[in-house]
């Protein structure tokens, strides 16, 4: 009770601690069993090591490839918007994380917006791939496309680290 009007204090609760959610996939499950704390380490790396270096040929090319798409575009923005954002950071992370994190009805979605094949665009991993939580589990498997086609599912496949 508070001393001016009588009333009771309010009472203080604890937050319950976040419990990390069970993996249905049982490969998954042996997988972070096995490998997991190993996979997920990331190595320190200063900015510049994490920052792919273009030249100035690959800057003029994301140039155009943007002015093209945003002058020819027409529909729903935020696919314009979110395949802009797929052609600013694959060469950071290379197109093997951009399938892990998409779906590859996503990325020919993003590819027909953009008239690219990302394949031809981006190196195969980045100089940032390594952070890449999906890309990080999807190299403990032996086949990369059943990974990123959905076929091994994969926990936070979508989460970076810094």
């Given at each position: 009770?508070t001393?001016?009007d009588?009333?009771?204090?309010p ?5 319950k601690p ?11 499950a ?7 704390d ?12 994490k ?17 093209n798409?945003i ?7 935020s696919l314009?918007?979110?395949a ?21 009805r996503?990325?020919?979605?993003y ?5 690219i094949?990302?394949r031809?665009?981006f190196?195969?991993t ?5 952070r890449?939580h999906?890309?990080?589990f999807?190299?403990a498997f ?5 990974v990123a ?14």
């Amino acid at each position: 009770m508070t001393s001016k009007d009588k009333t009771p204090a309010p009472t203080q609760t604890t937050p319950k601690p976040k419990t990390r959610r069970s993996t249905a996939n049982p490969i998954e499950a042996a997988a972070r069993e096995f490998i997991g704390d190993k996979v997920l380490k990331i190595p320190e790396k200063s900015k510049e090591d994490k920052i792919a270096r273009l030249s100035a040929a690959q800057h003029l090319k994301l140039q155009e490839i943007e002015e093209n798409a945003i002058a020819e575009f027409g529909g729903d923005l935020s696919l314009l918007e979110s395949a802009l954002g797929m052609l600013r950071v694959g060469h950071h992370f290379g197109w093997k994380v951009l399938y892990i994190i998409h779906s590859k009805r996503t990325i020919r979605t993003y590819e027909e917006i953009l008239g690219i094949k990302i394949r031809d665009i981006f190196p195969e991993t980045g100089p940032s791939s390594y952070r890449s939580h999906g890309w990080s589990f999807a190299q403990a498997f032996s086949n990369f496309w059943k990974v990123a086609g959905g076929d091994i599912k994969i926990q936070d496949r979508n989460k970076v680290g810094t």
